[in-house]
């Protein structure tokens, strides 16, 4: 993509604004059409009328800002009522309370740091904290861990990908602050012992938090479609906060996820006070200064206009194409789910990792999908949205032909994307990996004089290059067949 000289600085004059819309247009034209139902994952989509609605809500409210929520009361109000909502669909009572964050990831950051700030008036002898959580628990908790000094002790999961209790306990010391599961799993949908790991926490008095970024908004709903679902959500005694984002299947606008606590016990301890500022005092209940309006507004509008009957339709149709994907799939000789999906997340792989799985996500790309690649086990991840259930059997009907290539073909070495995942996943030497996929982020984040000395051309083609020596050595590893247990007990 060329970028228009006059990019590289703000203009001298502005321009008209038809032709700015005008460039977002030609830009867009290189974006994924998620629409066609060839995307797996990234965006929620419940309809043209909802859309529009969910982008009228926000431009009501396009210019407020919840720094002060005295000055914008309707924000509050907002907040309150998705918050409130939130938490009767969570089995929360009369102590549930909670905020609104700009999505899971700060979610998790300020249930971990409200933690660490619990822990200092709760276990006051502990100097270096950590967190017991499942290997297969999100990166953000990674994140958390480095910014806010803890230590992450990751437990291991069985052959269903199901977090081990027995693990959690035996890793929790007198340094524990707190203890994680996940409802789901993002990597194959599993859902982890709630109950059994709520006893553990309850046991030794220890702060218990359920991320059900991806699951909050979903799993209500297939319970009450009669899937068969573990408790997992306030009802199990023991859980102290719930993180559930609405910009998922609450079907908000992105930007939007809400963090519950049991009670104000627990929460207060997330809110930042300075009294020495000489603005005056300042109180952040979030990470974020400055809110915008219009995801609040936007999740407010999305709840209100879905309400349980349609989110429960939608909760259908996914879980239609579920069962329609799950039957496609094992009906493949070779291919395996991979785990005990509980909603609409799968993942699959091949049986005995023959043929190769990324030669075959290399095959589906040709043909038009976008694929995510996972590790450990490697595996292609499918979210089912309702963009993808008309398409379910196209995708079939390719997988079947791209497996079977892959079959014909054994000396096919994965390429493109599948080469940097798939050495990712194999490879023991992960300093290397590290050092390569930094380089294609520096790339990408460089500056406009990197890309004039070097050539923009060149620096987009290094952005999507992948080190010839990856797939040399991706394929040396995958003939070898090295065994690895990849956290499974």
């Known amino acids: 993509m ?52 969910l982008k009228s809500a926000s431009n009501e409210m396009f210019g407020s800002n919840f720094l002060n929520p005295f000055a914008f009361q309707s924000l509050q109000k907002m907040e309150q009522d998705v918050v409130q909502m939130t938490a009767q669909m969570l089995h929360g009572n009369n102590s549930t309370v909670g905020l609104m964050t700009s999505g899971g990831t700060e979610s998790i950051l300020l249930s971990m740091f409200c933690y660490r700030e619990w822990a200092k008036e709760h276990r006051s002898h502990i100097s270096s904290p ?32 199901m977090v081990i209790p027995t693990a959690i306990e035996q890793l929790i010391n007198r340094n524990t602050i707190l203890i994680v599961a996940s409802a789901p799993s993002y990597p194959s949908g599993t859902l982890d012992p709630i109950e059994e790991i709520s006893a553990i926490a309850q046991r030794h008095k220890m702060p218990f938090h359920v991320d059900a970024c991806i699951g909050g908004f979903m799993l209500p709903w297939v319970e009450k479609l009669g899937y068969q679902m573990l408790p997992w959500d306030y009802r199990v005694p023991g859980v102290t906060s719930i993180s559930a984002d609405v910009h998922k299947f609450g079907f908000g606008a992105k930007g939007a996820s809400v963090l519950t606590y049991c ?23 979030t990470l974020m200064g400055t809110r915008s309006g219009g995801p609040i507004a936007a999740a407010w509008a999305s709840m209100k206009h879905l309400g349980e009957k349609g989110y429960i339709e939608l909760a259908s149709k996914m879980m239609d194409g579920v069962k329609k994907l799950h039957s496609g799939l094992t009906s493949i000789p070779g291919i395996t789910i991979v785990g ?28 038009g999908w976008l694929i995510d690649r996972q590790q450990m086990p490697d595996c292609i991840h499918m979210t089912v949205l309702p963009t993808n259930v008309g398409v379910i059997d196209q995708y ?78 991706n394929r040396f590893l995958y003939l070898f067949k090295r065994k690895t247990r990849h956290g499974i007990s």
């Open 2 to 53: 060329t970028t228009d000289k006059t990019s590289k600085s703000i203009p001298e004059v502005g321009e008209d604004p038809d032709h700015i819309l005008q460039q977002i247009c030609e830009m867009k034209q290189h974006d994924v059409r998620w629409k066609e139902g060839r995307v797996w994952s990234l965006v929620y989509y419940a309809g043209e009328e909802h859309d529009a609605l």
């Open 130 to 161: 950590e967190v017991v959580v499942p290997i297969t628990v999100h990166p953000a908790f990674d994140k958390a861990a480095i910014l806010f000094g803890l230590t992450l002790k990751k437990a291991p999961v069985d052959i269903n990908r």
């Open 263 to 285: 009670s104000m016990a627990y929460m207060q301890h997330q809110f930042l006070i300075t009294t020495d500022f000489p603005g005056g005092i300042y109180i952040s209940p």
């Open 340 to 367: 005990k999906p509980c909603m609409n997340l799968i993942a699959y792989t091949t049986t005995n990792k023959k043929p190769d799985i990324f030669v075959i996500a290399d095959r589906m790309q040709e043909k």
């Open 396 to 473: 079939l009907s390719d997988l079947r032909e791209a497996y079977h290539y892959a079959v014909s073909n054994p000396k096919e070495i994965a390429k493109g994307n599948a080469a940097i995942y798939s050495l990712m996943a194999r490879i023991p030497f992960r300093g290397m990996v590290e050092k390569s996929v930094r380089k294609i982020m520096m790339d990408m984040y460089s500056t406009t004089t990197d890309k004039q000395i070097n050539g923009e051309e060149e620096t987009t083609k290094a952005m999507a290059a992948v080190p010839a020596w990856m797939g040399w050595v």
